[in-house]
């Protein structure tokens, strides 16, 4: 991506998206940022305007302003050419699917965060990389491991014992390459590089989270 980057912000939030845009421009890599407010208005300004970054409110507090919508419109026209940024209050496991993997953002936000990681999450985004913060990730984390297939679940608590691959595939009475598969599953959809940190992962989730305390979507009951 370029040094210097556009931003288009859509938030129909006017004193939100002020704030927003002037801690914005202090940041040594943008160098311009409109704002829009609804659907129509953000697929017009993209026919007429160069834009690199949209950063995008989901707001489901309205009829009128659907950002899961405009994310997919964006994709659907412009492909990876514009990266999206997910700034929201709405910080759900299901919203997260849609958005992170369905529609292929590029990072993923609350938006009670300070400006020094929404800086962080721009900086990752113009570097090429995805990002997401950790208070979502967390709130993903337990949606996964709730959501787990039954096999994945059962490798993920052997391997939590201390079983080698070898020793799972004989304890399930399944090959060792069937074994690699799902771990190399849960290590795509956990972000992680080792079984050690994937565990380390599964054990966190375990000791903070009750099954019986969580709904379906990863929030406390």
């Given at each position: 991506m370029k040094d210097k980057v556009q931003i288009l912000l859509v938030e129909d939030s006017d004193i939100f998206a002020e704030g927003l845009e002037l801690l914005l421009r202090k940041h040594p890599k943008v160098s311009k940022v409109d704002h829009v407010t609804n659907y129509e208005d953000t697929l017009d300004f993209l026919k007429n305007n160069a834009v690199d970054i949209i950063?995008?409110?989901?707001?489901?507090?309205?009829?009128?302003f659907k950002g899961e919508t405009i994310a997919k419109k964006v994709r659907q026209q412009y492909g990876k050419k514009i990266k999206i940024i997910v700034l929201t209050q709405m910080a759900r496991y299901d919203y997260y699917l849609k958005l992170y993997e369905q529609c292929k953002v590029d990072a993923y936000l609350d938006k009670r965060l300070s400006i020094k990681e929404t800086y962080k999450a721009l900086e990752?985004?113009?570097?090429?990389?995805?990002?997401?913060d950790d208070n979502i990730q967390r709130m993903v984390d337990i949606g996964y491991f709730m959501h787990l297939p039954k096999r994945k679940k059962?490798?993920?608590?052997?391997?939590?014992?201390?079983?080698?691959?070898k020793m799972i595939a004989a304890t399930l009475d399944i090959s060792p390459k069937t074994v690699e598969g799902h771990i190399g599953w849960l290590f795509e959809r956990f972000r992680v590089m080792s079984s050690t940190e994937l565990v380390a992962r599964y054990l966190i989730?375990?000791?903070?989270?009750?099954?019986?305390?969580?709904?379906?979507?990863g929030n406390k009951k």
């Amino acid at each position: 991506m370029k040094d210097k980057v556009q931003i288009l912000l859509v938030e129909d939030s006017d004193i939100f998206a002020e704030g927003l845009e002037l801690l914005l421009r202090k940041h040594p890599k943008v160098s311009k940022v409109d704002h829009v407010t609804n659907y129509e208005d953000t697929l017009d300004f993209l026919k007429n305007n160069a834009v690199d970054i949209i950063i995008l409110d989901l707001n489901f507090e309205t009829t009128e302003f659907k950002g899961e919508t405009i994310a997919k419109k964006v994709r659907q026209q412009y492909g990876k050419k514009i990266k999206i940024i997910v700034l929201t209050q709405m910080a759900r496991y299901d919203y997260y699917l849609k958005l992170y993997e369905q529609c292929k953002v590029d990072a993923y936000l609350d938006k009670r965060l300070s400006i020094k990681e929404t800086y962080k999450a721009l900086e990752a985004v113009i570097s090429g990389q995805r990002y997401i913060d950790d208070n979502i990730q967390r709130m993903v984390d337990i949606g996964y491991f709730m959501h787990l297939p039954k096999r994945k679940k059962e490798i993920l608590e052997l391997l939590c014992g201390g079983l080698t691959q070898k020793m799972i595939a004989a304890t399930l009475d399944i090959s060792p390459k069937t074994v690699e598969g799902h771990i190399g599953w849960l290590f795509e959809r956990f972000r992680v590089m080792s079984s050690t940190e994937l565990v380390a992962r599964y054990l966190i989730y375990k000791n903070r989270n009750r099954d019986d305390n969580i709904d379906g979507i990863g929030n406390k009951k």
